[in-house]
């Protein structure tokens, strides 16, 4: 008996991986291998955005599942990694508009007098509860201050703060040129530096 | 004034050196099971599409041909009915036709008077 041999070429950083599609075990067995090449990268990426570990892993879930649904529209027009950390920024993207979204929202239960517990965030563990306060105090400043950028600087700056990102891929993830990579870093800096310097000028006074 | 800006700028320094210094995750050994059951639960069958993807168009005809011989037959059937429904109509017609004539409800009339004055 003839086997419909559908034969996609993926590739995949470096290497080239062939995923022979000619039954259920083999497809499932390349996904299997392309989540085992990628997911702590993808897990990172999401946790330079989100700050908190259960969340950037719930995202890179999505993200898989995102890869898996739509593999099939890939068109090897860029290479799978950057398709798949382009997937993983969006994703991250979405999920800090929604925690901001919830935030307000929770803000606006706090006026009216309903307690909302809010979410939060996961940190290293530290020595001394006032260490810890403080470290979260600082986590709270930092994701208010990258929440106020723009997307896209927000999403070059964070890049070329995790490891094994060049300009090059970063450009590539957005779809955009080197120049206006280093632009948009450089301009991501300079908003942060001054909106916290005008946070901790507003503490002390 | 600078021993103030110099602390400002500390905090600052501080601040964005938490980007720097976060740790290098490791995925959760249970990563890829839990990824594959979410898969699996979210709309299950999905594992199988690349399989199920070189007979989608084979069951894709097989569907239209069942359905243009169900939806033929049926046709038939209703095109029967309603021939024998015509007929039946047509001679209950003709019946009342031949039947209901003023000559014959007179002595259909008759028929009836006679019976009452026996």
Redesign the interface.
């Known amino acids: 008996m003839m086997h ?1 041999v ?1 034969q996609t070429s993926l590739p995949v950083h470096s290497n080239t991986v062939t995923l022979q ?1 000619t ?2 075990s083999n ?2 067995e390349s996904f ?1 291998a392309l ?2 090449e990628h ?2 990268m993808v ?2 990426t999401c ?2 955005f989100v ?1 908190n ?1 259960e969340d ?2 719930d995202i ?2 999505e993200v ?2 995102e890869a ?2 739509s593999l ?1 529209r890939f068109r090897n027009e860029s290479k799978l990694s950057t398709w798949l950390y382009r997937i993983a920024v969006t994703k991250s993207l979405d999920h800090l508009r929604k925690k901001k979204r919830k935030k307000r929202f929770s803000s606006l239960k706090r006026m009216i007098g309903q307690e909302d517990p809010i979410q939060e965030i996961a940190l ?1 563990d530290n020595d001394t509860p006032s260490d810890l306060c403080l ?1 979260q105090e ?2 709270k ?2 994701q208010n ?1 990258l929440d106020s950028l723009p997307d896209n600087q927000k999403t070059a700056f ?1 890049l070329s ?1 995790s ?1 094994g990102y060049s300009n090059q891929e970063i450009a590539d993830i957005m779809q955009t040129s080197v120049s206006a990579i280093e632009s948009l870093i450089h301009r991501a800096k300079k908003n ?2 001054k909106k ?2 005008k946070h ?2 507003a503490a ?1 006074a | 004034m600078q021993k103030r800006d110099k602390r400002i700028d500390d905090q600052v320094r501080t601040t964005l050196e938490i980007l720097d210094n976060l740790p290098q995750l490791e995925a959760h050994h249970l990563f890829r099971v839990h990824l594959m059951n979410r898969i699996e639960q979210n709309s299950p069958g999905m594992l199988h599409m690349p399989y199920m993807a070189g007979y989608g168009l084979k069951m894709a005809l097989m569907a239209l041909l069942v359905v243009i011989n169900i939806g033929t037959a049926f046709l038939f059937m209703q095109s029967g009915n309603d021939s024998a429904m015509i007929s039946e109509n047509d001679m209950l017609e003709r019946l009342n036709n031949e039947y209901s004539s003023p000559a014959l409800s007179y002595y259909l009339d008759e028929t009836q008077e006679d019976a009452a004055l026996e």
Do not use: H, M
């Open positions: 419909d559908c599609k039954g259920q497809s499932e299997s989540v085992a997911q702590n897990i990172n946790y330079r700050l570990r950037a892993e890179a879930q898989f599942i898996y649904r099939e290293p470290e600082r986590v400043v930092l201050a964070l703060k490891d942060l530096q916290l310097e901790y000028s002390k």
